[in-house]
């Protein structure tokens, strides 16, 4: 399981645009979203890294 901090969230339409990319990356992988607090929980085979490179190119880059 990995946890983003992701500052760009801001709304209903931002948490589609990831859950898809992160499902288009990974089918299999659970992703769970906070958006009061703009945190993302990923339960991927992919790599930290890759799950971060997901992110970064939907637009919602994590925070360090």
């Known amino acids: 399981m990995h946890r983003f901090t992701l500052p760009d ?3 209903g339409h931002c948490v ?3 859950t898809e ?3 288009a990356a990974d089918a299999q992988a659970r992703v769970e979203i906070d958006l009061e607090a703009r945190t993302a ?3 991927s085979a992919l790599s930290r890294e890759a ?3 997901v992110l970064a190119e939907a637009g919602y880059p994590p925070a360090p």
Do not use: G, N
Request: aromatic letters at 0%.
């Open 16 to 18: 589609a645009a990831i």
């Open 9 to 11: 969230m801001s709304c």
């Open 41 to 43: 929980e990923v339960d």
């Open 21 to 23: 990319a992160l499902k």
């Open 51 to 53: 799950l971060a490179a």
